[in-house]
């Protein structure tokens, strides 16, 4: 019986590499090709270290695209998949609502490793949530943190009802309502709709509170609140 022999061991060395490149094109052209990459318009901003106020201008642009559904959908490709699996520089923090109809990704339009989203009821804080955002403030160097509320908030309601009543609530929900509760009491006798009041005033007692923990000295705080209907986000003065 012939003994089994290597096709390349009775090659010289530049044909061994020859045969073998070949042998791996055609393993490749045997696989699927991935989904190619989708052209996308111009970034508005450089990658890249960014300033505060480059970053909001970043998030400005970006709200505007999707309110009018113009969206660009960036960095969603493979070559971005790749840069960011090494290493990670989203260029704002946003603290937002857990509502299904806010995820800040979406509403900002970026994409993969853009933005640093930390998401709870009503933007309630506790130390996980306080802890996450000093992560991205002092580890990751975010120079924008967007406490961001929204129109029709469920968490909003459910305080503003455990003011009007008194009424307990059970469970873990109390904690959220705890933290929200404050802004309900203080928005009570404003004119207009008591749980828009309520998110405008939740919004900015959170921004205060990150305002003035030294923990988060290095970033600008800034509020916000993004409208279901529109799509749109206004930014508070800050």
Same mark, same amino acid.
């Given at each position: 019986m012939t003994p089994l022999t290597n096709p390349l061991s009775s090659t010289t060395p530049g044909r061994r590499a020859v045969l073998a490149l070949s042998a791996a094109a055609a393993v490749t052209a045997s696989i699927p090709a991935a989904r190619a990459a989708t052209p996308q318009a111009p970034r508005s901003r450089p990658d890249g270290p960014l300033t505060a106020a480059r970053a909001l201008a970043e998030l400005r642009a970006g709200n505007a695209r999707f309110a009018a559904l113009r969206q660009i !959908?960036? !960095?969603?490709?493979? +070559?971005?998949?790749? +840069? *960011?699996?090494?290493?990670? !520089?989203?260029?704002?923090?946003?603290?937002g609502c857990v509502?299904?109809?806010?995820?800040?990704?979406? *509403?900002?339009?970026?994409?993969?490793?853009?933005?640093?989203?930390?998401?709870?009821?009503?933007?309630?804080?506790?130390?996980a949530v306080l802890g996450s955002i000093q992560f991205g403030v002092e580890e990751l160097g975010v120079p924008l943190v967007l406490v961001l509320g929204h129109e029709r908030c469920g968490a909003a309601t459910a305080a503003v009802e455990y003011v009007r009543t008194g009424k307990p609530v059970e469970g873990h929900l109390a904690r959220i309502i705890?933290?929200?509760?404050?802004?309900?009491?203080?928005?009570?006798?404003?004119?207009?709709?008591?749980?828009?009041?309520?998110?405008? +005033?939740? *919004?900015?007692?959170i921004r205060r509170r990150l305002a003035q923990d030294e923990a988060f000295d290095k970033a600008r705080i800034v509020g916000a609140r993004f409208d279901l209907d529109t799509g749109k986000v206004a930014f508070h003065p800050s």
């Open positions: !959908h960036p !960095h969603e490709d493979a +070559a971005r998949r790749a +840069a *960011v699996a090494v290493s990670q !520089h989203p260029f704002a923090l946003v603290l509502d299904s109809r806010v995820p800040p990704e979406l *509403v900002f339009d970026q994409g993969l490793g853009d933005l640093l989203a930390i998401r709870s009821a009503g933007q309630a804080l506790d130390e705890e933290e929200i509760a404050p802004a309900a009491r203080a928005a009570r006798d404003l004119p207009g709709d008591w749980v828009e009041n309520t998110v405008r +005033a939740n *919004v900015a007692r």
